[in-house]
């Protein structure tokens, strides 16, 4: 088989590898005229999975040379992605939540190792959401995540994106904002050195519902709490009155199924917010999959209300018959130092314990994303 002058040796390999560069390249162009996403993939997805195809296609022919030179680039790529997982992690600021301590462009440095190595826990196709995840094992911490640390963690509402936020509390402890001031178990906690606020304090009778446990205590991101921060073996009674919005994503992070049944139609619960995936994806076909179209909801949907809590199964077992649940790990709040304009924990809640992905060091390379000019000042700067 001759394609353009290539000759092909393994011709059901040859195929594989074109089927895959043509579906690439539909899909990346597609991303790129069009706005969509085939296969769930984005623009560098695309161009990954074309790549492979590539790889694929060019052993097909026989080439020794090109077979062991896509041998070494495959043994160097396992390398380091091998040190990503597993000692350090790479991350790029898109948003300006963490001025001036981050800026939008930095190119961060994050240690792994210090809150404990642990193998990877998700294979698949890099830049996209195909792929598995699976069992992972921690090995010792060199030390626990505190008051103060910059932590890289993935967003609870999307375990797809990386978030880079302070962490203000930790485990145990109760955080309440008061005209915009954070306490922690009543005390108050100063803003960081190049933290800022860029507003007045929002008055308490202007209520923002997207706001995390939005009631009449938890009113606006300057006016929230107290709320308490769980910890590893709290155990939570289970009654009449059991507060599920608050209790329900501590469940499902910890790894339970819950679900509503009744009878006719069983819709499960899912951390995975449509709207956050809309936002990274582009795609408004997500939404067909959740209620009321589909068959997932979140804890937080606003169609989930106390007289469905009849319906409600943990683990197959009916939530009216438990009696109290012991929380399995470690949970933190955290924020950003641009504190009017930092979508964190006020929002979204707690950041539990395998989450976080690892400590923000310093930054080795930054970018002005309005002008792609360098910021040289910045290279090396450690982050505080």
């Known amino acids: 088989m001759k394609i353009f002058d290539f000759k092909f040796k393994n011709i059901p390999l040859a195929i594989i590898g074109v089927l895959i560069i043509a579906t690439a390249t539909v899909g990346f162009l597609s991303s790129f005229l069009f706005d969509s996403h085939i296969l769930g993939m984005g623009?560098?997805?695309h161009i990954a999975l074309g790549?492979?195809?590539y790889a694929i296609a060019g052993i097909?022919?026989?080439?020794?040379?090109?077979?062991?030179e896509v041998i070494a680039i495959i043994n160097i790529i396992?390398?380091?992605?091998?040190?990503?997982v597993t000692i350090l992690e790479a991350y790029i600021v898109?948003?300006?939540?963490?001025?001036n301590t981050i800026m939008t462009g930095d190119f961060l440095i994050g240690s792994r190792y210090v809150y404990g190595i642990r193998t990877p826990d998700w294979l698949g196709i890099p830049y996209t959401d195909i792929g598995i995840f699976i069992p992972y094992y921690k090995l010792p911490e060199f030390k626990i995540p505190k008051k103060g640390d910059v932590l890289i963690f993935k967003y609870p509402r999307d375990k797809y994106v990386k978030y880079v936020k302070r962490c203000v509390g930790g485990p145990g402890d109760t955080v309440r904002i008061q005209e915009k001031k954070l306490y922690v178990n009543d005390t108050e906690v100063p803003m960081w050195k190049k933290g800022k606020f860029l507003s007045p304090s929002i008055d308490k009778k202007y209520k923002q519902p997207d706001i995390f446990l939005s009631s009449d205590v938890n009113i606006n991101r300057d006016?929230?709490?107290?709320?308490?921060i769980p910890k590893k073996g709290d155990i939570f009674?289970?009654?009449d009155n059991t507060d599920w919005k608050y209790l329900l994503p501590i469940l499902l992070m910890e790894g339970n199924v819950a679900t509503l049944e009744d009878g006719n139609k069983t819709i499960h619960f899912?951390?995975?917010d449509p709207n956050e995936i809309y936002r990274r994806k582009g795609d408004e076909k997500i939404y067909e999959k959740y209620h009321p179209y589909g068959s997932l909801i979140t804890p937080w949907n606003k169609s989930f209300k106390r007289e469905h809590i009849q319906f409600l199964k943990i683990n197959n077992i009916p939530a009216n018959q438990m009696k109290e649940y012991e929380v399995t790990q470690n949970y933190y709040w955290a924020m950003g130092d641009n504190r009017d304009d930092s979508l964190d924990s006020r929002y979204w809640g707690f950041v539990p314990e395998n989450f976080i992905l690892g400590e923000a060091l310093f930054s080795y390379f930054s970018i002005d994303l309005k002008t792609w000019s360098p910021r040289w000042d910045r290279i090396g700067t450690v982050i505080k």
């Open 51 to 53: 790549a492979i195809g």
């Open 78 to 84: 396992l390398t380091v992605l091998l040190i990503k």
């Open 94 to 99: 898109p948003t300006g939540s963490m001025e």
């Open 223 to 228: 006016h929230l709490g107290p709320i308490y």
């Open 43 to 45: 623009k560098i997805g």
């Open 60 to 68: 097909s022919t026989g080439n020794k040379k090109f077979t062991l």
């Open 270 to 272: 899912t951390l995975q």
């Open 237 to 239: 009674q289970i009654h």
